[in-house]
């Protein structure tokens, strides 16, 4: 049967029916998709208010990194991801890094920032100067917007004005940037825009187009430094290792990818936690790994004078602890409330941190014994499951895959129908 993907009205209907005519449209039973109907009806109506067209909910583990001291203070840090081994690489280097101090952080004030696009300016030199000149007038319609915001300490604070040469067009572009406070600051930076677009129009004397934030959140950095205990990490062959690939990976974009996915698994699993933007947020730091013009490592390694490995990252982190998810959703506001963060600069360390650690991790894997090693011994437990083991069959089968040394469907399944017969 094929698909009929024409659904007149169907954002209109509840996520029952919803889910009763996308099931009809696919050729299934309603049953094939029960799987992501909730138990909590609750958690059904909640999703219907967050996104459109809603059926259902998808859940993803939420796991907690121990061992966290960051600035003095311990953390319980929930991460919120559906990968192995990336909770357990984040909390065991947390613990190396525990020898000398835990990790040191640091952060820029919450700025945001916005573009306003003018377009069809007959002199963007001059209007560039021209928007400069009114940058208190400018300012002070973009405060008008948001007086609770600046109330709590925020606003617009500065304008910059570029001149942006495209392959057909120059583009008058100002940004305006304004200090959000602990919002993630979407809302706030998009409504000033819009609110500034005529006026900012008729200074430059053309048309402006988009008026939006961007992602390149490079105003609102996060670091974090650490050092990593050498002996705790396996010696001195180690720590070099992981220089080494740090080395490969800040050379080879190939490499980078790869070495900046793993960054992005402790970022984005405390990200997601805690109910903030992810997309968002990977989007900024990816487009950091660029800024010099070619893509490389996020982080950064080298070995103190005393032979131990030194780990830093610096990454824009535009989040959150008011407005969207974080507010809404109570698993959300559980994470929150688990990690005892005061403000979002204080979130953005944290998160920096894991980061962090779940990097030198990876590293430490790859320069000691292999990823894989660590990987499939958890990969093996999803894969035995797959195969349909339960409760003790699990550990059996994982414990032969792990002997035969091929974690993969087929076998798990041969092996749970040899324990089975045996059984018999």
Known sequence: MSVNSRLPGFYKLSPGDRLRNASHAAGLEAADLSPLVPADIEMLALADRMIENVVGTLSIPVGIAANF?????????????????VVAAASNMASVARHHGGFRTSSDLPIM????????????RGARMRLYEAEAELLALANDQDPLLVKLGGGARSIEVRIVEASEAVYVVLHLHVDVRDAMGANAVNTMAEALAPRVAAIAGGRVRLR???????????????????????????????????RFAAADPY?????????????????????????????????????????????????????HLV?????????????????????????????????????????????????????????????????????????????????????????????????RLDKAEVILAELRAGAS
Do not use: W
């Open 212 to 246: 939006i934030l961007t992602n390149k959140a490079d105003r609102r950095l996060a670091r974090v430094r650490a050092v990593f205990d050498r002996d705790a990490l396996g010696g001195a062959d180690v720590v070099t290792g992981i220089v080494d690939a740090y």
């Open 311 to 407: 780990g830093t990252l610096e990454v824009p982190m535009a989040v959150g602890l008011v407005g969207g998810a974080t507010k809404t959703h109570p698993a959300a506001r559980a994470a929150v409330r688990l990690l005892g963060v005061q403000s979002a600069q204080e979130l953005a360390q944290v998160v920096a941190a894991v980061g962090l650690s779940q990097n030198v991790g990876a590293l430490r894997a790859l320069a000691a014994e292999g990823i894989q090693k660590g990987h499939m011994s958890l990969h093996a437990r999803n894969v035995a499951a797959a195969a349909g083991a339960k409760g003790d069959e699990i550990e059996a089968v994982v414990e032969r895959l792990k002997t035969g040394g091929h974690v």
């Open 69 to 85: 001291t960051i600035n003095d203070r311990d953390y319980l840090i929930p991460m919120a991801t559906e990968e192995p081994s």
């Open 113 to 124: 920032v916005s573009q306003i696009q003018v377009v069809g300016v007959a002199d963007p």
């Open 255 to 307: 490499r980078a990818a790869t070495h900046n996915k793993g960054i992005m698994n402790g970022i984005t699993a405390v990200v997601l936690a805690t109910g903030n933007d992810t997309r968002a947020v990977e989007a900024g730091a990816h487009c950091h790994a660029a800024s010099s013009g070619r893509y490389t490592s996020l982080s950064h390694y080298e070995i103190n004078a005393d032979g």
